[in-house]
């Protein structure tokens, strides 16, 4: 072989591995765009869905602890019956109600992001195995709230009422007040409110014990997929 044609062999060699090297670099970044554009999608539509579990499951596990030791927990004691919540003016629910409707409030926004989750699935980019477990955890929540007296049916549009239209933003807790202070809008959470008063009370125990668990199971599955810490264990120890 000459030397021309050794030097067009060696020109197309180096071109063709230069192109290969691009076209390598090229399917990697895209790659790389697709995954990071995943993790965003899945931390936007999951991360509020995995920090509401963690702070339901906290509240609810400060009622089974305090319940365990002192056989009530006496700061959500304070009233008798949901309609007990009439007229009640706004120090009260910043004051002497707050331990009691926050909690019913915490787990209204639970509910909302359960809701949310189910609907944003499809936007969602999970493999078929964790898309199946994500809405199998998810229901299993719904369940244990439905044998603690709080419908299905019901939970959804408990959670409705914790978002604030148009805007699309959950209510804060001011907000969600005035909610409960209204009979008629408040007649949808008022089964969450007598689970909050019978578990406050020592009753409900294995139903609290079930819920418990099925939020414990969400928030582990949801911590594994969004690759993040222990959320229980960082919201308790967040309290010391």
Known sequence: MDAVSTAVVSALTSGAISLSLVLLANRQQRRDGSRAQRETQNMTYLNPLRWHAAETHHRLSLYAVRVDRHGAYRPA?????????????????????CALVSSVWITACLFAQMTRARHDVP??????????????????????????????????SIGTDALLEPEGR????????????????????????????????????????????????????????????ASLRARWDAEL
């Not at 999970?126 to 019901?154: R, W």
């Open 77 to 97: 004691q304070v009233i008798g019956d949901p309609q007990d919540l009439d007229g009640k003016d706004a120090a009260w629910f910043a004051g002497t109600g």
């Open 123 to 156: 936007f969602l980019r999970l493999s078929n195995k964790d898309d199946t477990e994500l809405i199998t955890s998810i229901m299993k929540v719904h369940v244990a709230f439905a044998a603690c007296g709080v419908l299905y049916a019901t939970q959804s």
């Open 170 to 229: 959950l209510r804060s807790y001011r907000e969600f007040c005035t909610v409960l202070a209204e009979p008629e809008r408040r007649a949808w959470a008022n089964p969450l409110i007598h689970f909050h008063l019978a578990i406050a009370g020592g009753d409900r125990r294995t139903e609290l014990q079930r819920a418990l668990e099925a939020l414990s199971a969400l928030s582990d599955f949801l911590d594994g997929t969004l690759a993040g810490g």
